[in-house]
């Protein structure tokens, strides 16, 4: 299926399921995804052709607070990441997604565990990088349990559509 090592892969799972002062929840992965794309390529010293996107999946939420919204949910996945994959590269990447989330309305002092939000960028994973920081694991670790994960991933990685933005 994937045509690029996944030793130098990256990948990021996006999903929202509250408005944003960019739209609804499938307007702002719109206007998030090609932004994050950029900010990937030069953080990962890419190419923007080594950068893919999954379509957007409508799905309900897992756990949390009952009577939340769908979620709108994608992957985008750098298939060549040049830079190598370290705990400090790792989280200064996290840096950088908190930023884009915080620029969207997400309030991580003020929301519930698995709670309704603007924004949620996860690192998925990065190569074969394993990292357990307080602020960081490496690979996700219920990625294999969710389908509003695996199923984007797939089809980012398959990369036989068009960008999602």
């Known amino acids: 299926m994937a ?14 399921n509250l408005c944003s002062s960019y739209g609804s929840p499938e307007s702002t992965l719109r206007w998030i995804a090609p932004r994050l794309s950029e900010l990937l390529v030069d953080w990962g010293d890419a190419h923007a052709r080594d950068v893919r996107c999954s379509s957007f999946l409508t799905t309900q939420p897992i756990g949390g607070p ?3 919204d769908a ?3 994608a992957v985008l ?3 060549r990441v040049q830079r190598p994959p370290s705990e400090l590269a790792a989280l ?3 840096e950088h997604l908190q930023r ?5 309305g997400r309030d991580r002092q003020r929301e519930q565990r698995w709670g309704p939000r603007p924004l949620d960028l996860d690192l998925l994973f990065w190569g074969e990088l394993r990292l357990e920081h307080s602020r960081l694991v490496l690979p996700h670790p219920r990625m294999h349990l969710r389908s509003f994960v695996l199923k984007p991933l797939l ?3 398959e990369g036989t559509h068009p960008p999602c933005w």
């Open 77 to 79: 996945l750098l298939t």
């Open 100 to 104: 884009l989330e915080l620029s969207c």
């Open 155 to 157: 089809l980012a990685m």
């Open 66 to 68: 009952p009577g939340q």
């Open 3 to 16: 045509s690029f090592p996944l030793e130098s892969a990256l990948a990021i799972g996006l999903g929202a």
């Open 71 to 73: 979620y709108c949910n």
């Open 92 to 94: 200064e990447l996290l």
